[in-house]
């Protein structure tokens, strides 16, 4: 258990993550919440944002409400999605799909959300084209490839790969992360580590790795986030608490002029 917060700062009575902010993207606005500040009782103490793990639906919403009112989103559309595991990427209110693990926007007045409490929120976004994709990469979606096919969506939009950036949310390190076969064969051996005689996973350089094949530069991907299975006094974490837990929420959006940053 951890009391610094490593990369986040208070919002009102929340508290959340965020890539460090930059002159570059100041019309982006990208976040993960923590389990600061909510009304849930535990186990799902006290943000927990999903319905479908068991918390109390009146103190979910109420902790919905406080994120728009906190964050200033009252007046925009929030894009959720009903995440599968896959890799599709959907333009956020061009479609009435709801079963992808992506979405991207250049509008203002979209926000993009997904869903996690261990699966690695991949934040893609298109610093000159003001274009932002935000991506749910759990095991099986990365094996599939979501994160380039969010990268081939912002290309495809106009974007150049060279002005692509990529940040990953909190996310289960390879710290944390042993798998069995069944999985780890899905993914070269370059990605596992091994630990007291159990194969490890590390999803964060497996997604990187897209980018990087994709022709997003090194140097445009943000160091690793915290860990949330390490970090479980700040974060969900489905591994270290099993299905009794909360979710965190990955938003993005690009900004209205004049919007508070
Ligand atoms: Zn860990």
């Known amino acids: 258990m951890s009391t610094h917060h490593a990369g986040t700062r208070a919002e009102g009575p929340i508290r959340v993550w965020r890539p460090p902010p930059r002159n570059e993207w100041q019309w982006l606005r990208a976040l993960v919440t923590t389990r600061h500040g909510g009304s849930s009782r535990a186990p799902y103490d006290s943000l927990n944002l999903a319905l479908s793990t068991g918390d ?17 989103l009252e007046q925009k559309r929030w894009h959720t999605l009903a995440q599968v595991h896959g890799e599709r990427v959907l333009e956020a209110g061009q479609s009435d799909v709801r079963q992808a693990d992506g979405l991207w926007t250049a509008r203002p007045g979209e926000v993009l959300v997904i869903g996690v409490a261990d699966c690695v929120p991949v934040f893609l976004w298109d610093a000159r084209g003001r274009r932002v994709a935000l991506l749910h990469a759990g095991w099986r979606g990365t094996a599939a490839g979501i994160v380039r096919r969010g990268l081939e969506k912002l290309l495809e939009a106009g974007a150049s790969a060279a002005d692509v950036w990529m940040a990953m949310g909190p996310s289960i390190g390879p710290c944390c992360y042993a798998v069995g076969p069944e999985v780890a064969r899905h993914f070269p051996e370059a990605l596992h580590t091994s630990s007291e005689g159990r194969t490890h996973l590390d999803l964060r350089r497996a997604n990187r790795r897209q980018a990087l094949a994709g022709g997003v530069s090194a140097a445009h991907v943000l160091p690793d986030p915290p860990c949330t299975a390490c970090e479980t006094n700040d974060y969900f974490s489905h591994r270290k608490q099993g299905p009794h837990t909360g979710r965190q929420w990955a938003l993005a959006w690009v900004r209205d002029p004049g919007e508070q940053q």
């Open 56 to 72: 109390a639906p009146q103190d979910v919403e109420a902790n919905r409400a406080l994120l728009r009112r906190v964050l200033g």
